[in-house]
Every structure is written in C-alpha cells, then in structure tokens.
C-alpha cells in the first residue's frame, strides 16, 4: 500500500487549502476488512498529531481544534482522500502526512495506523 500527499503550500491567514492522499494498493470504495484513513500534522520539535480520519462505513471524525473549518472527504473514483482546510490560522502550518489502518474505526494515534504517505508542507503565513 503507497498513499501520495499532495497539495501544501503558502496560504495568508484564513485562506484555504486542499490537500489529496492518493492511495495506491486497495480500493476506496471496497475493502472487505474495512480500513481508516487519517490525516495528521506535525511541526519540528513536536509530536505528529492526529488531525482527522474517514473510515470504509463513512464515519468522520475531527480534532477540536479543526472542527469547523477542516472537512475530510473522499473520491472513490479517484481512490483520493482530500482534506479541505478553511479559516487557516498560522497555528495550523505544518507538514500533513495521510495514512491508513486496516479496520473500519479511526485510531487517534500515530501507532494505529500501518502505511504513511510523505509530508506535504503548509505554511501560513502573511
């Protein structure tokens, strides 16, 4: 399983980005063991923190701290996840990283989770 994420970039406080996790290995749209994909972030010297996830059944799921201005979606067409950020704010720049579980529940942790794509850069700043 490979998973490609696109998308980072420089954006003023509150604009927006879309950031694309291509996934290369299964089927979006059909996986018998269910799977979850999330998105995480992460800024030098800290830890990767968990952003948000959508698993195989459909169900979302957000950090507070994006609630309301992120939105995780998919394109099983494409077999992308995207994560559409609006209303950023210099707090939110970091590098992105998409990854994928096998099982249909969304892990919050960066061990939950079994193939990692590379980071994407986002930067917000005016």
């Known amino acids: 399983v490979q998973l490609q994420a696109s998308g980072g970039g420089l954006v003023q406080p509150g604009g927006s980005l879309r950031l694309s996790c291509v996934v290369d290995g299964f089927t979006l749209d059909f996986y018998a063991s269910g799977y979850a994909i999330g998105w995480f972030r992460q800024v030098p010297g800290k830890e990767r923190e968990w952003i948000s996830c959508i698993t195989s059944a459909g169900n979302l799921d957000y950090r507070d701290s994006v609630k309301g201005r992120f939105t995780i979606s998919r394109d099983n067409a494409k077999n992308t996840v995207y994560l559409q950020m609006n209303s950023l704010k210099t707090v939110d720049a970091a590098d992105y990283y998409c990854?994928?579980?096998?099982?249909?529940?969304?892990?919050?942790?960066?061990?939950?989770?079994?193939?990692w794509g590379q980071g994407t850069l986002v930067t917000v700043s005016s």
């Open positions: 990854a994928v579980r096998t099982g249909s529940v969304c892990a919050k942790v960066v061990a939950g989770y079994e193939y």
